[in-house]
């Protein structure tokens, strides 16, 4: 019979014993986590998520601020409207695919991340895992190049709708003071090309483009394209983070498979 100190010593060894593996455990799961990538993709969703939401809606703003105030002609505008609602099909895509490519992304990074820790003693890379990583690899690449050009083109109506915001300012700080009448200070839209030249009024002056500036669609249109930007130039950091992180586990796969061919001969 053992003495009651020397077991309850032992038990209190084993339990130790028990949380050291569990602590270790948990250091290495946590080690295994591909922060990079998990970093990428949370902000990837979230720059899409803000792109695809609110640039569906300011689209659809835009549009019924040019049919109220700018074309009165359905003709006119009609090829805009069919533009329009391809765009918002387009976004529809667009959310759905970089969805599944940022779990895709992130289930590669946990992939290789494991084999980086080696965290599974089996662990072996083969060449289609390299070849599907290699390919991730060009096509982070060619979605970031095709994204900054989405960033450029969603500026495109920020600018548009600040000229129009700042010649409202004109008016505004003109009648204010009393110096001068605002009548002479307009916005032609036809001249950005949205809409064709016999388009009718096509332009508004004055105190016709003050109110357009206080209606509720400008404003929000307004806004919803400056955070559609700004979740366009987010998911082209989310990008470059990507490429960083698909390029350094491509560059880990082939190494560790140059290091299997040595440790063999």
Known sequence: MKPAMETAAEENTEQSQEKKGCFECCIKCLGG???????????????????????????TGTVTILEQHFSTNTNDH???????????????????FFFLYGIILLAEGFYTTSAVKELHSEFKTTACGRCISGMFVFLTYVLGVAWLGVFGFSAVPVFMFYNIWSSCEVIKSLQSNATASGDQICVDIRQYGIIPWSASPGKACGSTLESICSTNEFYMSYHLFIVACAGAGATVIALLVYMMATTYNYAVLKFKSREDCCTKF
């Not at 986590?33 to 689209?59: D, E, N, Q």
């Not at 009609?78 to 759905?96: D, K, P, T």
Request: aromatic share 10%; net charge negative; hydrophobic share 55%.
């Open 78 to 96: 009609a090829l805009l409207s069919e533009v329009v609602q391809l765009m918002q099909y387009v976004i529809y895509g667009i959310a759905s």
């Open 33 to 59: 986590v591909p922060y990079a990538s998990l970093v990428a993709t949370i902000l990837c969703f979230s720059g899409v998520a803000l792109f695809c939401g609110c640039g569906h809606v300011a689209l």
